[in-house]
């Protein structure tokens, strides 16, 4: 096989050859880091492509068999290897901690061969592709175009062919926005689908959930029956699926109601060539035969910005045990700027404060509950925009106070945090392009527990606007 034949496959693709031995994983693995080595330097999208990756360990008969697989720098973790979390503060750090996820993982037979790149300690309420520790991961679209955050590598070097699959995580649109902005399939599952053991149920106050980027939405099919499961000391026991997710894959949509954002649910406006995307898809909806009605914000702004801000603020909270834990301390030589002005407001908010935060994230449960009822799906933009230029709000910007940097993250992540808090499952699809060439992202959001209608809504859109055939300018085999 030949380097650009590896990148023009997805995952299922790739270990479909492993199976009828056309091809050996550890082949592929040569590949991906063949591709590494062309591409990364041009992207900084992989920390780490492991030495030893041509002998890691991996399910020969798993679904995505012999499969290479890049590990985000934060969150699930592998034992014994490096996790960083894109902070000066957890430099040299080695996790003891073998994770459920990359347990299924392995069970599933995808090799992991890296870590890729994160804004520092996942904050990616900027969602930019920047840190301290790590520098600047560029898009393969457009260099000088942000690839998003916090899955910020995973996103670019799955865009750019290096792997077609790797680990994404998302508390307020972490997996979603960089797969919106380098054209993937970026799905957030439901509360409680996917476990965080043993070390990270429920993470993020709730509001994080891991699963992973990829090209195709047949491999979003194939992922979710690889990676979902409970765990014993899981907080959730969420009610299985009916069938195979992979099985959803040939089975018909029954006609939806489907409720669609055509204004802003915040500050900032939606971009003409956005606006104009959401309307086709929901044309391309109707005429697939589902019901379409336009809908307006079911949230409340103000308690949408005491739930983010007050997020970050306990986050960072934290950071005093992982402090003393290392041996270090939380100051400007471990800790990015505005991570830093979290910090330091945690340190003076009262114990009360936690109190706010969960009241607002009740309010925005019931207002959508309610707003919603009435719909089976609903239809957004990703993003009211298109990935914007680096250094654009980030969290090594000098001087920017906590309160702009939140209003600033709100106003462009406005369709996309608020279904981490009522915990429903969504979706960002690439289905457009902008006149620049930039990747337009469009979410589908189904109801609690129900992939499956995503899995089947997502597989009509992919043959209705297929996206396949579309590659960015950095990537293997193009000039």
């Not at 706010?356 to 009435?374: H, L, M, N, T």
């Not at 597989?459 to 055939?469: G, K, V, Y």
Request: net charge negative; hydrophobic share 40%.
């Amino acid at each position: 096989m030949k380097l650009h034949e590896y990148s023009s496959h997805d995952a299922t693709g790739l270990a479909e050859q492993v199976r009828r031995r056309e091809v050996t994983a550890v082949e592929l693995i040569r590949l991906a880091r063949e591709a590494h080595d062309q591409i990364n330097p041009t992207i900084n999208a992989v920390i780490e492509f492991y030495e030893d990756a041509e002998s890691v360990s991996g399910s020969d008969t798993g679904p995505f068999a012999g499969v290479p697989f890049l590990r985000k720098d934060i969150g699930a973790s592998e034992a014994g290897r490096l996790q960083e979390q894109g902070s000066r503060l957890f430099q040299g750090f080695r996790s003891t901690v073998e994770s459920y996820f990359m347990q299924r993982a392995r069970a599933g037979g995808l090799r992991i061969v890296g870590r890729t790149t994160t804004p520092e300690l996942g904050v990616g309420m900027a969602r930019m592709s920047e840190s301290l520790a790590n520098g600047i991961t560029r898009n393969p679209w457009q260099l000088d175009r942000t690839s998003g955050g916090s899955s910020s590598g995973s996103a670019a070097a799955v865009a750019a062919g290096i792997v077609p699959i790797a680990h994404a995580s998302d508390s307020l649109g972490s997996t979603r926005t960089p797969a919106a902005f380098c054209g993937l399939v970026g799905l957030n599952p439901s509360r409680g689908r996917i476990s965080g053991g043993p070390d990270h149920q429920d993470s993020g106050l709730g509001l994080g959930r891991t699963f992973v980027v990829c090209r195709t939405v047949r491999d979003m099919a194939a992922a979710l029956d690889v990676f979902s499961g409970t765990h014993p000391g899981d907080p959730f026991v969420i009610a299985p699926p009916e069938r195979a997710y992979v099985e959803e894959l040939g089975r018909p949509t029954a006609r939806l109601r489907v409720g669609v954002a055509t204004s802003p649910w915040g500050e900032r406006k939606i971009e003409p060539e956005i606006g104009a995307a959401v309307e086709r898809t929901a044309k391309s909806l109707e005429m697939i035969g589902h019901l379409v009605e336009e809908m307006s914000s079911p949230y409340a702004l103000t308690d949408m910005r005491t739930v983010e801000a007050g997020a970050c603020v306990m986050w960072m909270s934290a950071l005093d045990d992982a402090a003393r834990a290392l041996g270090r301390a939380v100051n400007e030589q471990t800790v990015d700027p505005v991570n830093l002005e979290f910090y330091q407001a945690a340190q003076r908010l009262p114990l009360s404060y936690a109190g706010e935060v969960f009241e607002a994230q009740r309010k925005i449960r019931a207002d959508v509950g309610e707003a919603i009822k009435g719909f089976d799906i609903l239809l957004t933009p990703t993003l009211p925009c298109t990935a914007l230029p680096h250094s654009t709000r980030t969290t090594i910007t000098e001087g920017v106070t906590i309160d702009q940097f939140r209003d600033a993250s709100q106003s462009l992540y406005q369709f996309q945090g608020v279904f981490n808090i009522t915990g429903q499952p969504s979706v960002s699809l690439p289905l457009f392009h902008d006149g620049e060439g930039l990747p337009i992202g469009i979410q589908i959001v189904a109801r609690f527990g129900d992939e499956a209608t995503l899995v089947r809504v997502a597989r009509d859109l992919e043959q209705a606007i297929p996206w396949s055939s579309r590659r960015p300018p950095v990537f293997p085999g193009c000039s």
